[in-house]
C-alpha cells in the first residue's frame, strides 16, 4: 500500500469516529449547534445540499457560517418552480449556490439508453441523474449537510444527526433529523424562508417532475415519488 493510500485510509477512518462521536454527542442539540460544529470542524470544506423544496437547512446553515455553499443537482426533469425557488435563494440568502449536473444531457441519455428512462428503469436514471453528479459535486467537501427528517418515512427513521456516509467517504450532517413537520413550519413562518410552490400544491416532497405526484389525504409524505413502484428513495442517502 502506498503512503498515499495509507494516509486516505487512516484520514477515512478518523472521520469516521469523529462523525459517529459527534452523532451520539450532538443528538440533543439544536440544528443550529449541529451546523456550528460542522463550520468549525470542516470550514469550506463543508457544504449544503438542497433540492430547493424548501430553503429550511440552506438558511440555518447560512445563520452560523455566512456564504456556505449551497449545492444544487439539476436533474434536467425539474419542475419549473423548482428552477425558480433556486434562483431565488440564490439571490437573497447569504448562501453560494453551486449548480451541478449529470454527464449527460436529457437528449444525449435518451440517446444512448432510450427516452423515458425515468418509466422503464427509474433506479438507472436516479442513478445517472442524481447519484454519479452529486458524488461528482461532493469531491471538494469533507463533510455535507442534508434536510433529512426521521418522520418523513420508514427509511429515515433512524438517520443521525451527525453519521458516516461510507459510500461517499464523508461526514453527513443532518441537522433538522429530529424535526417534525410542524417544527418545519414554524421555523418558515417565523423567518420568511422560501419554500417550493409546489408544497402549497397538493405536493408534500418534491422530486422529479415525472416521478412526483401530488400525495392524496392520509398518505405518506413521500407517496407522491415513485408512484406505484416499490421505490421510495433515490439512491442519494442509502
Same mark, same amino acid.
Given at each position: 500500500?502506498?503512503?498515499?493510500?495509507?494516509?486516505?485510509?487512516?484520514?477515512?477512518?478518523?472521520?469516521?469516529?469523529?462523525?459517529?462521536?459527534?452523532?451520539?454527542?450532538?443528538e440533543d442539540a439544536s440544528a443550529t449547534e449541529i451546523l456550528a460544529w460542522a463550520a468549525d470542524a470542516f470550514g469550506p470544506r463543508f457544504c449544503v445540499t438542497?433540492?430547493?423544496?424548501d430553503a429550511v437547512v440552506a438558511h440555518l446553515a447560512s445563520r452560523v457560517?455566512?456564504?456556505?455553499?449551497?449545492v444544487f443537482l439539476d436533474t434536467g426533469y425539474h419542475f419549473p418552480e423548482t428552477i425558480g425557488t433556486r434562483d431565488a435563494v440564490d439571490a437573497v440568502m447569504d448562501v453560494n449556490v453551486i449548480t451541478i449536473t449529470p454527464r449527460q444531457t436529457v437528449a444525449e441519455q435518451d440517446a444512448e439508453y432510450g427516452e423515458k428512462l425515468h418509466d422503464r428503469?427509474?433506479?438507472?436514471? *436516479?442513478?445517472? $441523474? +442524481?447519484?454519479?453528479?452529486?458524488?461528482?459535486g461532493l469531491t471538494a467537501y469533507a463533510a455535507w449537510a442534508?434536510?433529512?427528517?426521521?418522520?418523513?418515512?420508514p427509511t429515515r427513521a433512524n438517520t443521525p444527526v451527525v453519521g458516516w456516509?461510507?459510500?461517499?467517504? +464523508?461526514? +453527513?450532517?443532518?441537522?433538522?433529523?429530529?424535526?417534525?413537520?410542524e417544527d418545519v413550519d414554524a421555523y418558515v413562518a417565523e423567518h420568511g424562508v422560501?419554500?417550493?410552490?409546489?408544497?402549497?400544491?397538493?405536493?408534500?416532497?418534491?422530486? *422529479?417532475?415525472?416521478?412526483?405526484? $401530488?400525495?392524496?389525504?392520509g398518505e405518506d409524505a413521500r407517496a407522491g415519488r415513485w408512484a406505484g413502484r416499490g421505490k421510495t428513495e433515490c439512491g442519494l442517502h442509502g
Amino acid at each position: 500500500m502506498t503512503d498515499t493510500l495509507l494516509s486516505r485510509e487512516l484520514a477515512d477512518e478518523e472521520l469516521r469516529e469523529l462523525a459517529e462521536r459527534a452523532g451520539r454527542e450532538l443528538e440533543d442539540a439544536s440544528a443550529t449547534e449541529i451546523l456550528a460544529w460542522a463550520a468549525d470542524a470542516f470550514g469550506p470544506r463543508f457544504c449544503v445540499t438542497s433540492s430547493m423544496e424548501d430553503a429550511v437547512v440552506a438558511h440555518l446553515a447560512s445563520r452560523v457560517l455566512p456564504g456556505v455553499d449551497v449545492v444544487f443537482l439539476d436533474t434536467g426533469y425539474h419542475f419549473p418552480e423548482t428552477i425558480g425557488t433556486r434562483d431565488a435563494v440564490d439571490a437573497v440568502m447569504d448562501v453560494n449556490v453551486i449548480t451541478i449536473t449529470p454527464r449527460q444531457t436529457v437528449a444525449e441519455q435518451d440517446a444512448e439508453y432510450g427516452e423515458k428512462l425515468h418509466d422503464r428503469d427509474p433506479d438507472l436514471c *436516479c442513478a445517472l $441523474r +442524481k447519484v454519479q453528479p452529486l458524488e461528482d459535486g461532493l469531491t471538494a467537501y469533507a463533510a455535507w449537510a442534508t434536510g433529512l427528517r426521521r418522520d418523513e418515512s420508514p427509511t429515515r427513521a433512524n438517520t443521525p444527526v451527525v453519521g458516516w456516509d461510507d459510500r461517499r467517504r +464523508k461526514v +453527513k450532517v443532518s441537522p433538522i433529523a429530529r424535526w417534525t413537520q410542524e417544527d418545519v413550519d414554524a421555523y418558515v413562518a417565523e423567518h420568511g424562508v422560501l419554500t417550493n410552490p409546489l408544497l402549497m400544491d397538493g405536493y408534500a416532497s418534491v422530486g *422529479c417532475a415525472p416521478c412526483t405526484r $401530488r400525495v392524496l389525504e392520509g398518505e405518506d409524505a413521500r407517496a407522491g415519488r415513485w408512484a406505484g413502484r416499490g421505490k421510495t428513495e433515490c439512491g442519494l442517502h442509502g
